[in-house]
């Protein structure tokens, strides 16, 4: 507060207590992370001109995503979803950026179902969520000392994608 010369009462009269103004920095931080995922993507994929070039996207995204790099990511983002347990006012929230994430995913989804690069028989939002239950899913990965082979597990993921997902 000294920093930036806000006063308590002009904090308090934005924020209901401390935590309250820790939660939004939190879904800011989420938020830019759910941008900066959309935006990746949403490019990908609109740039797929064949099936092809959708396999390689996904193959790019897979790899970025699942890389131990990404863990303390990972980390912070499961730490983020957690801390809306008992918190309503912080689930509310942040459920509005988890929506947006699911619905702008859903959207590319159709678009990827429209150009023939995914089954028209499967559910675009059902996808959505399984496509961040697996990045998510990797943080059992991230704490385990012998941490299992990434290149092993991008396969997996790249099968289960053209075994399943794709036409």
Do not use: C
């Amino acid at each position: 507060m000294e920093t930036s010369g806000i006063t308590k009462g002009s904090l308090y009269h934005h924020f209901e207590d401390f935590n309250h103004l820790i939660e939004t920095v939190r879904i800011v931080k989420f938020s830019r992370w759910v941008d900066s995922s959309i935006e990746i993507i949403s490019n990908l994929i609109a740039s797929s001109k064949t099936k092809e070039d959708a396999v390689k996207a996904l193959h790019e995204v897979t790899v970025s995503t699942q890389n131990f790099s990404q863990s303390s990511r990972r980390l912070e983002r499961t730490e983020t979803i957690s801390l809306t347990l008992d918190n309503e006012r912080f689930h509310k929230a942040l459920s509005v950026e988890q929506t947006r994430l699911t619905t702008a995913l859903t959207d590319i989804i159709r678009e990827a179902i429209e150009k023939e690069f995914i089954r028209k028989d499967l559910d675009p939002q059902v996808l959505a969520v399984f496509i961040q239950a697996y990045t998510l899913g990797k943080i059992v990965d991230d704490i385990n000392p012998n941490r299992i082979d990434e290149d092993k597990w991008v396969s997996l993921i790249d099968e289960i994608l053209l075994k399943v997902l794709l036409v």
